[in-house]
Each structure stands twice: as C-alpha cells, then as structure tokens.
C-alpha cells in the first residue's frame, strides 16, 4: 500500500539548515506529484512546495520561496526539502504528500491541499531563536 515517511526534522536555531526527507513505498513518485505541507500548533495545515511528476516544475509559498527548495531522487523512490535560513516562524510538523492523480496532465506542480490523498505522518520542525 501507499506509505509516506518524513525524517530529518530536529531542533535548529534560527539561520540553520535542515534537510527532510520523505519516503516513498507502494508507488512511483516518478509518476504523481509531490508536495510538502506544514502545521503549526493551534494553526491550519499549509502547503509550503510542490515538484511536478516530471520533476520540471516546483512552486514554493511566498514565505519560504527562496529559503526552502524542493527536489526528488528517483532512484531512490524519495521527495526532500532542503530548508535554508530557517526562522521561528518556520516551526510546525511538516507532512509529505502525493497527488490523487497518476501523472497529471498538464504536468505541473499545485498547492491545493484537495489535490493530495496520500499523506505522511509528519516530521517535527523547530526553530528558536
């Protein structure tokens, strides 16, 4: 079955980097959609990036665009997200998730929570400052 595992969360002070994983079993991630959401307490889950199942198209939130970046190794059946210059406000579980659609056409990364049916258990973030 379809199983999503985040790793690489931890404690980080405000500047710091982290790189979380999420891996993939029960599918090809070459063939949907991938995306990265956050939560933070008492707060809506968020979408934070997207990559494309073609791997040519990521979209970011405006307040991480620049800072995070996300990426996918094929090989290896794994979505990351490298997070750079991270602030207090970065702090949340953060939640891989794949898109309901088997190679949505066109090709394209989205943000829209709807569009994901699959989802990971979270991995926590923290950031002080």
């Known amino acids: 079955q379809v199983q999503l595992v985040e790793s690489g969360g931890g404690l980080v002070q405000a500047g710091g980097s982290l790189r979380l994983s999420c891996a993939a079993s029960?599918?090809?991630?070459?063939?949907?959609?991938m995306g990265w959401f956050r939560q933070a307490p008492g707060k809506e889950r968020d979408f934070v990036a997207a990559?494309?199942?073609?791997?040519?198209?990521?979209i970011y939130a405006d307040s991480v665009k620049g800072r995070f970046t996300i990426s996918r190794d094929n090989a290896k059946n794994t979505v990351y997200l490298q997070m750079n210059s991270l602030k207090p406000e970065d702090t949340a579980a953060y939640y891989c998730a794949r898109d309901r659609r088997f190679r949505r056409e066109p090709d394209q990364a989205i943000g829209l929570m709807t569009s994901y049916a699959y989802w990971g258990q979270g991995t926590q973030v923290t950031v002080s400052s």
């Open positions: 029960g599918f090809t991630i070459s063939s949907y959609t």
């Open positions: 990559i494309g199942w073609s791997g040519g198209t990521t």
